[in-house]
């Protein structure tokens, strides 16, 4: 079977899960159905109130595992708590969304039960009749069709928007939900968290932002920073950036777009100088339209762009000025 | 305090991809090399610690002899020492093997902190730093932007997403990685780097066969996920060419 582990905080599902759940779909097919079937597991306090949610999807059943030591989430109390599940549904495969929780505590979970963990995955094929992993490698100038080495099970996480929510498949009547069987050993449990905030009031709202022109490394200075306001005013877009030219303190952090920033889907998105690390792309890909200008032509920001121009940013972004001031 | 900062050697940002004869690898020959941009971020953290309460860092790497040049780049900023943990077959390992490679050697130091960066840009498998916790049975805590130590005691920021964070206590020893602009990056002196000739690299063996838990099948250039609609000549033709297109065809203008 295969065991997708979905995440919750709260009572609130993340949305991650169900693009998890559609890659299991996905893996299912190519696996072929002895694989079969899908059960998903969601742990913490809120597990019952998303459980609901999870057993619309297509799936054999879903578990929800919830104890004293699971109010709030720790890496050690999810490592006993997930191992204890694997351990009782002997899955095949154990799918997870690539979150930062699971960034958190999947290493930890895979190397105390020694079993092979394939992250950040983007596909899933048949390669010599098994089941084949695409991963980006190398900041996205690659990609890897990687397998498992070892015993199963074999974890898997799923990049953040690689399966869409939206194509994963409702069942025909809602999934059993069922308690999984899970006791956590609080004595364990090394993390002391504290409750989670915001840091600054986000003054920003990028999500409502029609046009966003967004500058990266390729700016160079801080000094060259005008350059790229002047472009989106010319847009009439909002300036944002990259993480680099936030952790520079070039522009501040409020402005980030990516995985540790916003999520944003304008009807234009320019990005200036930007490669188009992963990190930056899951926060903009659903833009409606995409224009990437790069000098290096095999930037992967190309590869989602809609329109390219590869030259000297330098360059380029005056002559857009120019022009779109042109009327 | 005794604090390790794993670091790992990765190619540059700059260099372009070509692959082996068989498509499984990179072309090695064509490559230059720098030290991951997060374990500079979590090199940078371990400075500062030990500018504020004391002790030594020790830099921890796993490698082919290559890696000496990132190994020394952190000495030249001002890290005390090194373990090198050398083995050709590491160059292409994965985040399990790397652990399992160092654990030992780290083990026998008993550190009190250990940090590292978040991912690596060449696999960023974003592995190494749990599976080495795991390994040294020490608690973790990862994409951490803050770290504050005081006596035993460790508490730490950590980034969640959507720019939410979340401070969390844990004992001593632990193990942290480290999230890039936690601070700003020092550069080596002139003065540093004459000084990291007779700092101490201490090379250590794997202790076993390398062995990674994934096989690289297949490496091969990105598929498009769309049709990109590239525009050629001057500056002054392309802005003309994509403004008119962006508000005849696409009509977002």
């Known amino acids: 079977m295969i065991l997708v582990v979905a995440e919750q905080h709260d009572g ?39 459980a609901g949610d999870l057993a619309a999807a297509d799936v054999g059943g879903v578990l929800t595992a919830d104890a004293d030591g699971l109010s709030d989430y720790t890496p050690d109390a999810w490592v006993q708590a997930i191992r204890q599940v694997i351990d009782q549904t002997s899955p095949q495969y154990v799918i997870f969304p690539h979150t930062y929780q699971t960034r958190d505590y999947a290493p930890a979970l895979a190397a105390t039960i020694d079993r092979a963990l394939i992250t950040d995955v983007i596909g899933v094929k048949q390669v010599g009749g098994a089941a084949a992993f695409s991963r980006p490698m190398f900041q996205g100038k690659l990609t890897a069709d990687v397998a498992p080495v070892g015993d199963a099970p074999f974890l898997i996480t799923f990049q953040i928007g690689a399966f869409r929510a939206d194509a994963m498949k409702r069942g025909a009547s809602a999934a059993a939900v069922s308690q999984a069987n899970v006791t956590i050993d609080a004595a364990a449990i090394r993390q002391k968290p504290e409750a989670p905030f915001q840091e600054a009031k986000q003054a920003v709202d990028l999500s409502q932002a029609e046009r966003i022109v967004a500058v990266g490394r390729g700016i160079k200075t801080q000094e060259n920073i005008p350059i790229a306001e002047k472009l989106a005013k010319a847009f009439g877009a909002e300036l944002a950036a990259s993480r680099p030219i936030c ?18 889907a304008p009807k234009l998105y320019v990005a200036l100088g930007i ?16 224009v990437a200008i790069n000098k290096d032509a095999e930037a992967p ?24 001031e042109k009327s | 305090m005794k604090i390790a900062v794993c670091i790992k050697q990765v190619p540059t940002r700059e260099w372009q991809p070509r692959l082996n004869a068989d498509k499984t690898w990179i072309r090695e020959q064509d490559v230059s090399y720098e030290m991951n941009e997060p374990d500079a971020y979590a090199l940078e ?61 780290m083990a026998e130091e008993q550190f009190d902190l250990i940090l590292t960066g978040l991912q690596s840009d060449d696999q960023g498998h974003a592995q190494f730093g749990p599976v080495l916790a795991t390994r040294l049975n020490v608690p973790h805590s990862t994409i951490i932007m803050e770290v504050l130590v005081d006596g035993q005691s460790l508490r730490v920021k950590r980034e969640l997403e959507g720019g939410w964070f979340q401070h969390i206590a844990m004992p001593l020893p632990a193990l942290l990685t480290i999230q890039s602009g936690i601070n700003q990056l020092r550069y080596a002196t002139l003065k540093g780097i004459m000084a990291a000739k007779k700092k101490e690299i201490k090379k250590v063996a794997t202790p076993g066969a390398v062995a990674s838990r994934q ?3 297949a490496l091969y250039a990105p598929t498009k996920s ?26 977002v203008l």
């Open chain 1, 12 to 50: 609130k599902l993340n949305r991650a899960s169900l693009e998890a759940i559609a890659g299991a779909q996905e893996l299912l097919t190519a696996a072929g159905a002895s694989a079969g079937p899908i059960t998903v597991v969601v742990a913490g306090n809120g597990a019952s109130r998303v």
């Open chain 1, 247 to 264: 952790d520079n303190g070039w522009l501040p952090m409020e402005r980030q777009i990516g995985s540790s920033g916003q999520t944003v």
């Open chain 1, 275 to 290: 490669s188009g690390a992963i990190q930056h792309l899951v926060g903009m890909k659903g833009a409606r339209i995409i």
């Open chain 1, 301 to 324: 920001i190309f590869e989602v762009a809609d329109y390219g121009i590869q030259g000297d940013i330098f360059e380029i972004a005056p002559a857009l000025v120019a022009e779109l």
């Open chain 2, 45 to 105: 953290e371990s400075l500062r610690l030990r500018e504020k309460h004391g002790g030594e860092v020790v830099v921890c790497s796993a490698g082919p002899t290559r890696v000496q040049q990132v190994i020394r780049e952190a000495l030249a900023r001002g890290a005390d020492r090194a373990i090198h943990v050398e083995d050709a077959a590491l160059g292409a390992a994965d985040a399990y093997a790397a652990a399992a490679a160092l654990a030992p050697a």
């Open chain 2, 215 to 217: 096989k690289v099948l």
């Open chain 2, 226 to 251: 769309k049709q990109t609609t590239m525009i050629g000549g001057s500056p002054a033709e392309a802005a003309k060419e994509l403004v008119k297109r962006l508000r005849e065809e696409a009509r």
